[in-house]
């Protein structure tokens, strides 16, 4: 019998691990996943993602895709995974895919969303490992200001962690805004893109926070977008607020309707 093509959506709280990908030495998420389904299938059975998430960050909606030679019931494939998986990772769903679908390669988008913590409570052991705690107030206005100077098509070699040398630099943000949370808490930086550079959310951020604070000229966020190195950014923000919401494909490549982004623009935290 042929191998079927599976995509799965994950959940994980990223503290745990050494990010997505298989290391020798590391725990990480790719490890685990594959690790259950090998027991499933009796066979090493490679899994991979629409986004490669770093050490400390966060999944709502981490795509993936797998091949299985037996063939499964969607809620059995589910809850057999959910039953083998570690407590910090959730199988939210899973079913059959266009055969050859490959959750990184045919993602036209993916989308993330960061939380900034600007009150006290930020502080709490049930917020901090979930946000960046702050503590400090930041203008809104400023805030959205630089998220105004990142939409649309970049450079963004500037505002992020440029290694292995690539084609091209360039992304394209159809959304990058800020949001006030509920009771003073701080803000939600939310943010889709074709593509993204390795942290170059968190570099988003980080500077963003910076001119928010009035420690850089909202000038400093134009003028990297035109460098070809990061040595003027400012730091990254921690990984512990940053999450992957999702990412979009053709409704063709998983036989039905996948659109994790669709609550992007309401976040619920």
Known sequence: MAAVTWFAVLQYAGHGFAGWQRQATARTVQGEVEAALAQLAGARVVVHAAGRTDAGVHALGQVVSF????????????????????????????????????????????????????????????????????????????????????????????????????????????????????????????????????????????????VALGRRPIDDIRRLLQST????????APPEGLYLVGARYPESHLGGDLDLCSSFSTPRI
């Open 67 to 210: 091949r299985l030679g037996r063939p499964w019931e969607e809620a059995d494939l589910v809850r057999a995974l959910n039953a083998m998986l570690p407590g910090d990772i959730w199988v939210v769903r899973a079913g059959p895919a266009r055969r050859g679908f490959h959750a990184r390669k045919h993602a036209t988008s993916r989308c993330y969303r960061y939380v900034v913590g600007c009150d006290a409570g930020a502080r709490s052991p049930f917020r901090r490992p979930f946000e960046w705690a702050l503590g400090r107030a930041l203008d809104p206005a400023a805030l959205q200001a630089s998220a105004d100077c990142v939409r649309g098509t970049h450079d963004f070699r500037g505002l992020s962690t440029v290694g292995q040398a690539k084609p091209h630099y360039r992304c394209t943000l159809d959304v990058a805004e800020w949001r006030a949370r509920a009771r003073g808490e701080g803000f939600i930086f939310l943010v889709e893109a074709d593509r993204f550079l390795h942290r170059m959310v968190r570099f988003l951020v980080g500077i963003a926070v910076e």
């Open 229 to 236: 190195d990061n040595r003027d950014a400012s730091p990254p």
